[in-house]
Nanobody, 126 residues
Framework: VQLQASGGGLVQAGGSLRLSCADSGRTGSSYAMGWFRQAPGKEREFVAAISGSGYRTSYADSVKGRSTISRGDAKNTVYLQINSLKPEDTAVYYC????????????????????WGQGTLVTVSS
């Protein structure tokens, strides 16, 4: 598993971004995947997660209603769309993956993942 996150950048408050996480190390297998973020001086926090099947999702309260996590057709790519961005969304966003015992499991804790990408920086200006 080799995760590569991309799509970060500088955006004005109220704008949108679509982050991508591609796993170049495998194809076909449906890992549970998630997004976390870490702002300067803060702990890494959960943002969103999706099951291996793609049918179950979970979101942090801070992004619920304005973000969507989804899987690509090849299952080894996950996207995170965040709308109505706020300055407090500024952080390095990390994607993570784990092979769960069931394709319906959504993993929402960082310690539940064993593969991590390198992170992509999102900066939201006010």
């Amino acid at each position: 598993v080799q995760l590569q996150a991309s799509g970060g950048g500088l955006v004005q408050a109220g704008g949108s971004l679509r982050l991508s996480c591609a796993d170049s190390g495998r194809t076909g297998s449906s890992y549970a995947m998630g997004w976390f973020r870490q702002a300067p001086g803060k702990e890494r926090e959960f943002v969103a997660a999706i099951s291996g099947s793609g049918y179950r999702t979970s979101y942090a309260d801070s992004v619920k209603g304005r973000s969507t996590i989804s899987r690509g057709d090849a299952k080894n790519t996950v996207y995170l769309q965040i709308n109505s961005l706020k300055p407090e969304d500024t952080a390095v966003y990390y994607c993570a993956a784990v092979r769960p015992v069931s394709s319906s499991i959504v993993v929402v804790t960082a310690r539940g993942y064993n593969y991590w990408g390198q992170g992509t920086l999102v900066t939201v200006s006010s």
